[in-house]
């Protein structure tokens, strides 16, 4: 298996672009969730995914958009990219529909800077 | 206020001693989960617990859901033992603490 994978490990983009992260699994999990990670701030839930065709906001939603069209991929969309969103990005995923009783697989995460 | 609060921010040792990471967790969460990032990035999902202690190699992490406290302790720490810890718990949402930067030194 190769586990979460995410593309690309690094991006630059200046404001008001808009890119896709990629993520992927190929261990048939149920959930998947995307993280920023920011100095000082810990891991932040922007959004979620209990199975294909259900997506949810967690924690930081605003300026991203998710789809879950299938059980292997879960893209993050930044529609209008802004310095703010300057971060690094983790795509994780689990079995069960929900985490606190699994344990997550966290991709290699994306390093995203917006000029 | 975090629901989640990780001590200490940052550890040095010298290799082979003993180390202990703590995190409080606020009424909700009702797992915890220690988690290890590298120097590269990657993140790795090294316990979950929702009561007791649980034993991998030279780790050990316990819970203690009265107090709501665990710990995660690293016996005969190695260099290669670097990294930052973060706990994590599980409730009606998933909470991180900013983590623990250790580094063992030779």
């Known amino acids: 298996n190769a586990g979460v994978t995410q593309t690309p490990k690094f991006q630059v983009l200046k404001t008001g672009q808009s890119m896709t992260l990629q993520c992927a699994q190929d261990m048939n999990h149920e959930y998947m969730s995307w993280y920023r990670q920011d100095p000082g701030m810990g891991l932040r839930l922007i959004h979620y995914s209990v199975g294909a065709g259900i997506t949810d906001q967690g924690e930081v939603p605003n300026g991203y958009n998710v789809s879950r069209s299938t059980t292997e991929d879960f893209p993050l969309r930044l529609l209008s990219a802004a310095p703010s969103q300057t971060s690094v990005y983790f795509c994780?995923?689990?079995?069960?529909?929900?985490?606190?009783?699994?344990?997550?697989?966290f991709g290699p995460g994306t390093r995203l800077t917006v000029l | 206020k975090n629901e989640v609060e990780q001590s200490p921010q940052n550890l040095t040792a010298q290799e082979g001693e003993f180390i202990t990471i703590n995190c409080s967790y606020s009424v909700g969460i009702s797992a915890l989960h220690w988690l290890q990032q590298h120097p590269g990035g990657g993140i790795v999902s090294l316990f979950m617990l929702s009561s007791g202690k649980k034993k991998h190699g030279r780790l050990i992490a316990t819970i203690n859901i009265q107090e709501k406290h665990s710990s995660l302790h690293i016996t005969a720490s190695h260099p290669r033992d670097s990294a930052v810890y973060i706990c994590?718990?599980?409730?009606?949402?998933?909470?991180f603490g900013e983590g623990t930067q250790l580094t063992v030194n030779p």
């Open positions: 994780a995923s689990s079995y069960s529909v929900g985490p606190s009783t699994d344990t997550q697989y």
């Open positions: 994590e718990g599980s409730g009606s949402r998933l909470t």
